[in-house]
């Protein structure tokens, strides 16, 4: 592990509520909160969908796409910080997820990055910028993070504008060839940063 872990989780942030080990996040729109059965059915046609899963390699079965939340909650559990399930307030519909989680092993430099990733009908409606806005808050206030990364592929312009629309900074000196990615176009990436002050 190469950054800052659970205990940073017994902390309380503003616009933050605990649930157990894990902070609900509340937005205008938006509700990102602990992972529900009922989500693995909407999640695992997000994992079945070629567009969303463009930028991120393999379709997933169902079982890798439930084993995936398994995953994500003990990973919150046990550091209390990582993939929430976002939810529109207004409806109740499950629509992805966003969060932190610590870089992977391997990659040309360390950290905690913010990611996300919504069903294709949640496309274009300023729920990615909304959910890491929140992500970001709860990342810099709550948890303490000096700086807080992201990555994506070269190609992936969509991220990359929720990315710059967060207030985020490329520096193409620190873009890099994803070394767990197959030859092709997963595998040049770029690194996007916002060190903690510079939130917009
Ligand atoms: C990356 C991803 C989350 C971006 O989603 P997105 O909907 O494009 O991003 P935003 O939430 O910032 O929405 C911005 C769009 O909503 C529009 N919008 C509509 N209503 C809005 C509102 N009330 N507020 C803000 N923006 C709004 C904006 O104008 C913008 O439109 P544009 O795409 O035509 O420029 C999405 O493409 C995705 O899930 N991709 C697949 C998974 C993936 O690649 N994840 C990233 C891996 S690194």
């Known amino acids: 592990m190469r950054c800052r872990t659970a205990e940073t989780g017994l902390l309380r942030g503003e616009g933050s509520r605990w649930l157990g080990s894990m902070a609900e996040l509340h937005t205008d729109r938006l509700l990102l909160r602990r992972w529900r059965d009922s ?11 070629p567009e969303v899963r463009e930028h991120l390699g393999d379709l997933l079965s169902r079982d890798r796409s439930d084993a995936s939340v ?3 909650q003990a990973d919150f559990d046990r550091r209390g910080y990582g993939w929430w399930a976002v939810e529109v307030r207004g409806t109740g519909e499950f ?12 990659m040309p430099f360390t950290g905690v990055e913010i990611g996300w990733r919504l069903a294709r009908s949640a496309w274009g409606q300023g729920y990615a910028t909304e959910a890491a806005r929140a992500v970001l ?3 810099f206030d ?12 070269s190609t992936n312009h969509r991220s990359q504008a929720v990315m710059r629309r967060i207030g985020m900074i490329r520096d193409p000196a ?6 767990c990615a197959p030859d092709g176009p997963l595998r040049p990436n770029v690194l996007f940063r916002i060190a903690r002050g510079a939130r917009t």
């Open 39 to 49: 989500d693995l059915e909407p999640w695992a046609a997000m994992n079945a969908d």
């Open 70 to 72: 398994a995953q994500y």
């Open 95 to 106: 629509i992805g997820f966003a969060g932190l989680d610590p870089v992977d092993d391997g």
């Open 137 to 139: 808050a709860y990342g």
């Open 142 to 153: 709550t948890l303490g993070l000096p700086e807080i990364l992201a990555v994506t592929t």
């Open 174 to 179: 620190d873009d890099f060839d994803d070394p």
